[in-house]
């Protein structure tokens, strides 16, 4: 396994202009500001009255994934109209009653 890593070489990119960077790319065919997205999260209604509604609105305005969570204060439909141009994922949890997982 050593042997492997020896291969790889890195090369360092010193004094280079990085004063325009693009940091975009595209996931699913929509272009986003970065590869970041916001992680599934739930409950956010505990820690502030608009919940997931915030969090997805701020990813909406940077232009970044926002990943809702199972246990979401608020529903996916609220969630789309609060970020209706943002790149939006669903985490689903799949449970033994699976009627539940179909109504989320």
């Known amino acids: ?3 492997e ?3 790889i070489r890195l090369r ?3 004094l280079s202009d990085v004063s325009i960077i693009d940091t975009s790319t595209t996931v699913l065919g929509m272009e986003i500001a970065f590869p970041i997205g916001i ?3 739930g409950l956010h209604c505990l820690a502030w009255p608009d ?8 990813s909406d305005a940077m232009n970044i994934c926002y990943i809702a969570s199972t246990y979401a204060t608020s529903s996916v439909e609220e969630i789309a109209a609060a970020a209706p141009n ?3 994922w669903f985490q689903l949890y799949i449970f ?3 009627k539940l997982s179909e109504q989320l």
């Open 12 to 14: 360092p990119r010193m």
């Open 5 to 7: 890593a020896t291969r």
């Open 86 to 88: 943002g790149l939006r």
């Open 39 to 41: 992680a599934p999260t």
């Open 96 to 98: 033994h009653n699976r």
């Open 1 to 3: 396994k050593f042997q």
């Open 51 to 58: 919940g997931e509604l915030s969090t997805a609105r701020a």
